[in-house]
C-alpha cells in the first residue's frame, strides 16, 4: 500500500488543521491506520490510530481532547482533525498503515510496515 500524506500548513495557535492521508495499492480497510509526528531534534512521537474499521481509536495523552482520527474506507482515506493547535505541535505528521498490528502495540512506530511522505504542520504562538 503507498500512502500520501496532506494538509499541513502554517497556522496559528489556536486554529485547527485538517490532515489527510490517501492509501493506494490495496483496500485501507485491512490496515489498521496510525499517524505519528516528528519535532526538529526530536524522536518521532505516536499521536493516533484507528481500527480497520474505525470502531476503534487511540490517542497520545498530549493531544487527546483536542485530535480526532477518523477514516473513509469507501475512499480509502484516513484523517486527522487537529483543533485547539499549540506551538508544541508543530512537527512534521507522517501516517503508517499495518495489517497485522495487536492492539498493544498500535503506539509503536516500528510496528508499521507501511510509511507516507510527512506533511509539514507549523503552529505559530
Known amino acids: 500500500v503507498q500512502l500520501q500524506a496532506s494538509g499541513g500548513g502554517l497556522v496559528q495557535a489556536g486554529g485547527s488543521l485538517r490532515l489527510s492521508c490517501a492509501a493506494s495499492?490495496?483496500?485501507?480497510?485491512?490496515?489498521?491506520m496510525g499517524w505519528f509526528r516528528q519535532a526538529p531534534g526530536k524522536e518521532r512521537e505516536f499521536v493516533a490510530a484507528?481500527?480497520?474499521?474505525?470502531?476503534?481509536?487511540y490517542y497520545n495523552d498530549s493531544v487527546k481532547g483536542r485530535f480526532t482520527i477518523s477514516r473513509d474506507n469507501a475512499k480509502n482515506t484516513v484523517y486527522l482533525q487537529m483543533n485547539s493547535l499549540k506551538p508544541e505541535d508543530t512537527a512534521v505528521y507522517y501516517c503508517?498503515?499495518?495489517?497485522?498490528?495487536?492492539?498493544?502495540?498500535?503506539?509503536?512506530?516500528?510496528?508499521?510496515?507501511?510509511w507516507g511522505k510527512g506533511t509539514l504542520v507549523t503552529v505559530s504562538s
Open positions: 495499492g490495496r483496500t485501507s480497510s485491512s490496515y489498521v
Open positions: 484507528i481500527g480497520r474499521s474505525g470502531g476503534s481509536t
Open positions: 503508517a498503515a499495518d495489517r497485522g498490528i495487536i492492539q498493544s502495540a498500535i503506539r509503536n512506530l516500528g510496528e508499521y510496515d507501511y
